[in-house]
């Protein structure tokens, strides 16, 4: 015998117009269709930087909130994995989320949330160790080193300059791996302070322009410099390819690089080891940070147009491993911090997410370096009618910090001085990576 509900059901499911009831279709709607209601109801313009076609939201007239746009927003685009950015008063711009990047407010609150953590040396301090402690282990750097191979590196013939000359090498890192990079050193001899120079996402990678600048200039000034490719660009892409750098092997083996790198650098006997730096714009600005935290052999740190408390870098080869969960949750900001006492300059613009540095990070991390007594130690040029790049006043920053922390030699500071080399010049494995090793992996296009 059938029961009463299933013969219940039978009946209206015979009904018109019930086979298709509201209910079991969950109220659905076209997203576009309701993302174009919103902006009618609210007068408010909305950009589309996602694509909401065949995308039907459930519930779809619950989620609108009449007394506000942002909550509409908010709940509609919540089940896509979407989110707003607010340009002005009366336009949104519609984005995918971004694990890594958030928002102004979100930087505020982070840090004044940071700020409550500690409210001393000795409190400051064990956030700290405990932090740099979980950062190491989330980027599992240590798993890395213990696969590393015991190699030397191989240099190329020395290019003189004026007043500097230029070297490259190749190192085997992991077994077939190598890091290609040049060395930048002063014409004169003696002992120079060492500054390892991550290069950032900028056009040409370590061959551009500005990085050729940069590295010379504060050579002919008296510092060694060392350059070297990020994983999967320039050489490295003939062994991993692009789209090798966009993997999480990025965030940790470019780590592994520069470890690696000042491994050999700072025995040579021309290195002065009581001075050695870091020094990089925006992803190589992130990388600078990071190595900072995992080898306390830097002396002196000067991240440009990178360090914010809202975006954690929007690369694998910045946050590809979850090392800003550390501590429960820690940012940029917090991990130049922890290079405390020590010289650090951060060079932040009013065109990228170090707008609000001067207001935001900058005194937050004068307060911690205020716990040793050294709040002159660490300062900010901000640029705020520049936007993201590394052109001359952020150079002129990096020059000045180094000038004053290192004591290097004004008098030479004349970027006119240096020679802008073809691309080849720089490669360690020959223009068309003839030179690699026997055993070099090779990169196969699937």
Not at 226 to 239: K, R, T
Not at 292 to 300: E, G, K, L, N
Not at 426 to 437: D, H, I, Q, R, V
Request: charged share 25%; proline share 5%; aromatic share 10%.
């Amino acid at each position: 015998m059938k029961s009463t509900g299933i013969i219940l059901g039978a009946a209206l499911m015979a009904l018109p117009g019930l086979a298709q009831n509201t209910f079991e279709n969950q109220f659905r709607r076209p997203l576009g269709e309701v993302l174009t209601e919103i902006g009618e109801r609210f007068q408010v313009r909305l950009k589309y930087d996602i694509d909401t076609t065949g995308l039907v939201l459930p519930y779809a007239d619950s989620r609108i909130r009449p007394y506000s746009v942002e909550e509409s927003l908010t709940n509609v685009l919540m089940p896509f994995d979407f989110k707003f950015v607010k340009q002005n008063e009366n336009t949104y711009k519609l984005k995918r989320y971004e694990y890594p990047r958030r928002t102004e407010a979100d930087g505020r609150k982070m840090v004044a949330w940071l700020n409550s953590l500690y409210s001393d040396k000795d409190s400051w301090e064990q956030r700290r160790d405990s932090v740099k402690r979980q950062v190491r282990e989330l980027l599992t750097i240590d798993d890395y080193l213990a696969k590393r191979v015991d190699a030397k590196p191989v240099f190329s013939k020395v290019r003189k300059f004026d007043g500097y000359t230029v070297q490259n090498f190749y190192l085997e890192t992991l077994p077939g791996l190598y890091v290609c990079g040049s060395i930048y050193a002063p014409a004169t001899k003696g002992q120079h302070p060492l500054i390892i120079c991550p290069n950032g996402h900028f056009g040409n990678g370590r061959y551009n322009d500005a990085q050729q600048q940069r590295l010379a200039t504060l050579a002919r000034m008296g510092a060694i410099c060392v350059d070297y490719d990020l994983y999967g660009w320039g050489e490295s892409a003939l062994q991993v390819g692009s789209e090798g750098h966009q993997t999480s092997d990025a965030h940790v083996i470019q780590a592994l690089n520069g470890i690696s790198i000042l491994d050999f650098m700072i025995d040579r006997k021309d290195v002065d080891t009581s001075r050695v730096g870091v020094n990089g714009g925006s992803g190589g600005g992130s990388q600078a940070v990071l190595l900072s935290v995992i080898d306390p052999r830097y002396t002196a740190a000067c991240p440009v147009v990178s360090l914010s408390s809202y975006f954690d870098g929007g690369c694998p080869c910045e946050s590809g491993k979850p090392i800003m969960r550390a501590g429960g949750g820690t940012c940029n900001a917090e991990l130049a911090a922890a290079f405390a006492p020590r010289p650090l300059c951060i060079v932040s613009d009013g065109g990228d997410w170090t707008n609000i540095v001067p207001e935001n990070e900058y005194p937050y991390i004068k307060r911690v370096y205020g716990f040793y007594g050294a709040a002159d130690k660490v300062s900010n040029v901000h640029l705020p009618k520049e936007r993201h790049d590394f052109g001359p006043n952020k150079r002129q920053a990096v020059y000045d910090f180094f000038i004053e922390t290192f004591g290097l030699d004004r008098s030479k500071l004349d970027e006119s001085k240096v020679t802008i080399e073809a691309h080849d010049a720089l490669k360690s494995f020959g223009p068309n990576g003839e030179n690699m090793p026997a055993n070099a992996i090779k990169y196969e296009k699937k």
